[in-house]
């Protein structure tokens, strides 16, 4: 498999899709891969942390038991917390093949590396054993997905230069952030030559859902969703193998087939109009939470950290009563703001380096006074 079967810019980000009481909607998600390959897309993209591994399953009822393999191109990955030891490793592999329903992946990276777990696939030999694996042909392509420093980066491309490919958070809100530093990873990865994979590119829903202001400022062009602004910037700049998107009705299917089809990059109005909505954004002062949710597993309070951070954004951006509402919904089966003992290991694995301590404290005045 070349990277150039690669069909499209679009990639189908398996992490959020189409739910019916608790359980992925398999009618809905066959409906939207259908319509996905239709129209000429083939890259399917997940990991088994996804949906709490419903997202590999949902992937073979409604996609590999369905088509043929050389119709599709899938990537998955190894998270570290699903291993302690290189023995570990192998049998997960094998078991993620069968949860998805395939002999091999196209891609297959080791998962949001970061100057924390990196000495932890470098002891327990991950990238070594992904190797081996490759070399079997149960690997086509191996790489990784990334939320660090461009320095870590760059270490990790010089110690295993058998990297092919990085996957990197990549939009035009983090574009010039110092904390995600989305500019300064891309131009590692081109140093390197590594095509790119871009996952984030509407932020979490954020550059979606964004005050009407900035709204405005992308509806008066008239060309287009406000999402699709955010992904065809991100898949406008060189050595964009494709862009993720986490769909989870047919709407949005619909809205991203629309303009990803035919793929045309931002023009200089365009871009003007981003760069606007940018420094609207950055004035209202929002906590950029992507709610990839890895914070809230090892939470010792329960505490839905990405719902309550959400809460909060409204509330400043809109001071609908509404916010009060959902946080009341958020902290029922889960730990309030307040109930945070500042033990650190949400910020230890957020990708977003975010001050969560500090930031609670502030939802805790905001919803609990």
Known sequence: MNMENVKKKLAFGCMRLPMKDGRVDELQFCKMVDRFIEEGFNYFDTAHG??????????RSCLTSRYPRESYILTDKLTDSYFNKQEDIRPFFENQLKWCGVDYFDFYLMHAQSAGNYPKFKACRAYETALELKAEGKIKHFGISFHDTAEMLEQILTDYPQIEVVQIQFNYLDYNDPAVQSRKVYEVCRRFSKPVLVMEPVKGGNLVNMPEEAKKVLEDLHGGSTASYAVRF??????????????????????NISYMKDFRPLDKTELAAVNKVVDILHSKKLIPCTACRYCVAGCPKKISIPDLFSCLNTKELTHDWNADC???VHTQSGGRASDCIKCGKCEEICPQHLPIRELLVSVAKKFEN
């Open 50 to 59: 996804y949906i709490c591994g419903q997202s590999e399953t949902a992937i």
């Open 234 to 255: 991100a898949a406008g700049f060189d050595g964009m193998l494709c862009v993720l998107s986490g769909m989870s009705d047919l709407a949005q299917l619909e809205d």
């Open 326 to 328: 959902y946080y009341s």
